[in-house]
Each structure stands twice: as structure tokens, then as C-alpha cells.
T-cell receptor, first 110, second 110 residues
Framework: LAKTTQPISMDSYEGQEVNITCSHN???????ITWYQQFPSQGPRFIIQ???TKVTNEVASLFIPADRKSSTLSLPRVSLSDTAVYYC???????????FGTGTQLKVEL | EAQVTQNPRYLITVTGKKLTVTCSQN?????MSWYRQDPGLGLRQIYY???????DKGDVPEGYKVSRKEKRNFPLILESPSPNQTSLYFC?????????FGQGTRLTVV
């Protein structure tokens, strides 16, 4: 299973765009890249998933370069409610594990 | 509404007293799993199940049992709880790499 590396923490202000980059140098050909958000004492919540290039949904965008060794989660115009831990995972779609690392603690201030 | 329901949400018990944490999902997902979350250690997988009557150990299975007699339910059993099993527990069901987590069960073993 590919290991991921993300910054431990990031700070931002309301209204700004936040980009969290994840490194996954050993990603396998069939692995997908998935991001989750977790608020304190709640279970993680799926944000977005991608395989290559760019994926966008109503919450975020995911940018994946051609070599797939990294990915960037982009949160447009963050608000205080986006303060949470964000996890980057790589996994087979039908695989037996979703392995969560320590994630990135995003703190959004006024 | 698609959901994963865990019970109880909070539990304080004594060492050695058997307990069961229930988990139920209404999305007809084949894959279900249990995680525990501890400060500084992140989310660690305890057990997972790829389908009815198919279960397997995750990263930290010692001291836990599970069963999967029907698709919707995946209870976590602690036959003889110990204080080192004090933790926040999450059940999840999953399709591909999109996992749906329950609200969590905060267990304290004294």
C-alpha cells in the first residue's frame, strides 16, 4: 500500500483558497487517490476521489499530475467551518484497506 | 438517508466485562470495517469484512472479535476489555474507495 505524506498543519483565513498537497511516490497503477475530511469526534467524510488529471465537485477540486506521485486538494474560499483534519489516501477501489495517515490539520481564522 | 449507525455512542465499562458495539448500514454495501482512533496514532483498522461470513484482521485486531452474519450488520465484540482499549471507535461501510462512517463510539474501560 502506497504511503502518503502531507503537511501536519496549515493555517488560512476565511475567503482564501487552500491547497493541500499530498505526496505518494509509490502509488500503484490501479490505486485511486481519495481525500477525506474529519471534524473532532466525528467520523471521516469522503470529499473527492480521482485517478488522474483534475476532478471537481461542489466541495473541492483535486489536481493530479501525469506521474501521479502527488496530488493537491484545493478548497476554494474556505470558511471557519472548513477547520478540520484532511486525509489523503491511495487505495485500490475494491481493495481490502483504506489506510489513514495522520492527516493535515487545517485551521481557518477570521 | 444513507447512513451507518453505531450504538452506543458512549460507554464506560470495567475491565473484563464483555461488551458489544453494534454497527448497521442501510446502503447494501458489501464492505464494512472497524477503526479505532487514538491521539497521535490516527485511525487504525481493527477488522474488516468483504461480505457476509467473510472477515479478516486489520492492523490492530488483538482483543477484538467481529461477525458478519448479514450484510447490514457488523458488530464489534470485546470479550474481555482492558484499559488499553479505551478509544474512539468508528464503523464504516464502503463502496470502492468511498467510505461512510458512523458517528463513533467513545469507549472507556476502567
Amino acid at each position: 500500500l502506497a504511503k502518503t505524506t502531507q503537511p501536519i498543519s496549515m493555517d488560512s483565513y476565511e475567503g482564501q483558497e487552500v491547497n493541500i498537497t499530498c505526496s505518494h511516490n509509490n502509488i500503484a497503477t490501479n490505486d485511486y487517490i481519495t481525500w477525506y475530511q474529519q471534524f473532532p469526534s466525528q467520523g471521516p467524510r469522503f470529499i473527492i476521489q480521482g485517478y488522474k488529471t483534475k476532478v471537481t465537485n461542489e466541495v473541492a477540486s483535486l489536481f493530479i499530475p501525469a506521474d501521479r506521485k502527488s496530488s493537491t486538494l484545493s478548497l476554494p474560499r474556505v470558511s471557519l467551518s472548513d477547520t478540520a483534519v484532511y486525509y489523503c489516501l491511495v487505495a485500490l477501489r475494491g481493495g481490502n484497506k483504506l489506510t489513514f495517515g495522520t492527516g493535515t490539520q487545517l485551521k481557518v481564522e477570521l | 438517508e444513507a447512513q451507518v449507525t453505531q450504538n452506543p455512542r458512549y460507554l464506560i465499562t470495567v475491565t473484563g466485562k464483555k461488551l458489544t458495539v453494534t454497527c448497521s448500514q442501510n446502503m447494501n454495501h458489501e464492505y464494512m470495517s472497524w477503526y479505532r482512533q487514538d491521539p497521535g496514532l490516527g485511525l487504525r483498522q481493527i477488522y474488516y469484512s468483504m461480505n457476509v461470513e467473510v472477515t479478516d484482521k486489520g492492523d490492530v485486531p488483538e482483543g477484538y472479535k467481529v461477525s458478519r452474519k448479514e450484510k447490514r450488520n457488523f458488530p464489534l465484540i470485546l470479550e474481555s476489555p482492558s484499559p488499553n482499549q479505551t478509544s474512539l471507535y468508528f464503523c464504516a461501510s464502503r463502496v470502492n474507495t468511498e467510505a461512510f462512517f458512523g458517528q463513533g463510539t467513545r469507549l472507556t474501560v476502567v
